[in-house]
């Protein structure tokens, strides 16, 4: 088999976002199945690079250079990102220094996502099988497995995940991913399938796995008036990196949606759980690689906001009501106030009429004749 690819976690421009990077030792061919959908960065070290494509399917043809596709761009360093690859993208990737000359060359199967096979250990599914395929010789259909990815929660129950990719052996050859091996040759078979396997897991936290980024709050997602439904996509989520979801903090897994428990959420297989349907409203959250990456709140609708306005109005009025009668019975009282200090001042004044002070004489004089 050629030299086998490393997959690399390669942090892009924060414009860019994270991708996942494959590379290649230098002057070597490198052959790897991957999923289509899922962006990806081809690595070439050459500021400066030229890359040229063959597609496998369709007509056969050169070398060609590659412009003017448009989820295809050459990065400043040199490398290839494909941003949502397509199956019909399936080919060989090569990149050219300045000078003419080939630093790298990739064979990339990009697997239909959409026919991925799903299932999940604790209900009992099992994988697919191997199966022979009859093209002049007997070839064997596999499925060549990645390793376990993290556990998508720690410190209580969560579930993992493992990507497989469809592979085709003939006696005594080496293995290769299904549509580089078929290449423009039309074959129907069930068993030509990537695969999603799912179990449940149960792990200690560490430090080890975090992406230690801020998260991000989202108040404004409503569902569709028309399919009532919406669409929520967790960022730097990924088919490739372990994906959790709550609904008002209460974890959504794989093995209630495959058991058919849940209906009110849909995780998207073809993402890895990076994207979540939603069929009402409530707070959900994202975590990637247990880290909590997005919150999503639900904008208030219309009835909400009527209800909204008319509990304020109605604590309003009650707030000027209270007040009101607070402002009368202060009047009052200071009505009262007032016509206390009145009386007090008129007998105030009656007494000293009646009863003159001891230090002031009369000046009135008895005149008898």
């Known amino acids: 088999m050629p030299p086998m690819l490393w997959l690399l976690l390669h942090f892009a421009a924060p414009a860019l976002g994270f991708y ?3 590379s290649c030792p230098s002057g070597k061919q490198c052959q790897q199945a991957l999923f289509s959908g899922n962006d990806i960065l081809l690595y070439c070290n050459s500021s400066g690079a030229h890359w040229y494509y063959l597609f496998t399917q369709g007509k056969k043809g050169r070398l060609t250079s590659l412009t003017n596709i448009s989820n295809m761009e050459i990065m400043p360093e040199g ?3 494909i941003k949502d690859p397509l199956p019909s993208q399936t080919g060989f990737y090569h990149c050219w220094n300045k000078n003419g000359r080939q630093v790298v060359q990739y064979e990339i199967d990009f697997q239909d996502v959409t026919t991925l096979h799903i299932t999940h250990k604790d209900l009992g599914q099992r994988p697919l099988q191997n199966e ?13 497995w990645e390793p376990w990815q993290d556990c998508n929660r720690c410190e209580e129950p969560g579930e993992r995940k493992r ?21 423009e040759v039309l074959v129907w078979s069930s068993r030509l399938q990537p695969e999603l396997h799912v179990e449940a897991c149960h792990v200690q936290c560490t430090n080890n796995t975090q992406l230690r980024v801020d ?5 404004n997602f409503r569902l569709d008036e028309k399919t009532e439904f919406a669409w929520l996509d967790c960022p730097l989520g ?3 990196r372990p994906v959790n979801w709550r609904a008002n903090d209460t974890p959504l897994t794989w093995e209630s949606q495959l058991s058919g428990q849940d209906f009110t959420t849909f995780l998207d297989p073809s993402t890895g759980g990076r994207q979540l349907q939603v069929f009402q409203p409530a707070v959900y959250k994202c975590f990637v690689q247990q ?6 709140k639900p904008a208030a609708s219309l009835e909400t906001l009527e209800a909204q306005w008319r ?23 200071l009505k009262l106030v007032l016509l206390v200090v009145t009386v007090l001042a008129l007998l105030g004044a009656l007494l000293k009429f009646i009863h003159p002070s001891p230090g002031r004489r009369s000046t009135q004089v008895l005149v008898v004749k």
């Open 238 to 240: 990924s088919m490739c």
């Open 132 to 144: 022979t395929l009859h093209l002049g010789s007997k070839q064997l259909i596999f499925t060549w």
């Open 79 to 81: 490398s290839l990102l």
């Open 291 to 296: 880290e909590l990456v997005a919150q999503f």
């Open 215 to 219: 998260y991000v709050i989202f108040d």
């Open 311 to 333: 509990e304020n109005d109605a604590q309003w009025r009650e707030a000027r009501k209270a007040l009101r009668g607070r402002a009368d019975s202060v009047l009052k009282g």
């Open 163 to 183: 990507l497989g990719y469809c592979y085709i052996e003939e006696p005594l050859e080496e293995a290769m991913p299904c549509w580089l091996y078929l290449g």
């Open 20 to 22: 996942f990077s494959i």
